[in-house]
């Protein structure tokens, strides 16, 4: 993707979650990553209760979390 592009999917939330969050999306999936063996909506819910992010954000973070794992 050039600077020029757009991000699109879940990523395309990705600025507003570094801002809202203080936090770079590194930071979040890296948490993501300690939460294996969960499904995608555990997840996001303890994303959600635990960070107090809000739902879109969280389920944007573990879509793209997964879909990066997928072979």
Known sequence: MTSDEKAGGPASYFPSI???Y???VA???NVIDSLQ??????QVAHLKQEH???HGH???LVAYHRAQAEP
């Not at 063996?37 to 555990?42: F, K, V």
Request: no cysteine; hydrophobic share 35%; aromatic share 4%.
């Open 18 to 20: 570094e801002r809202t």
């Open 22 to 24: 203080g936090k770079p």
């Open 27 to 29: 930071h979040w999936l």
């Open 37 to 42: 063996g969960m499904t995608h909506m555990q």
């Open 52 to 54: 107090q992010i809000g």
């Open 58 to 60: 969280a389920n944007a």
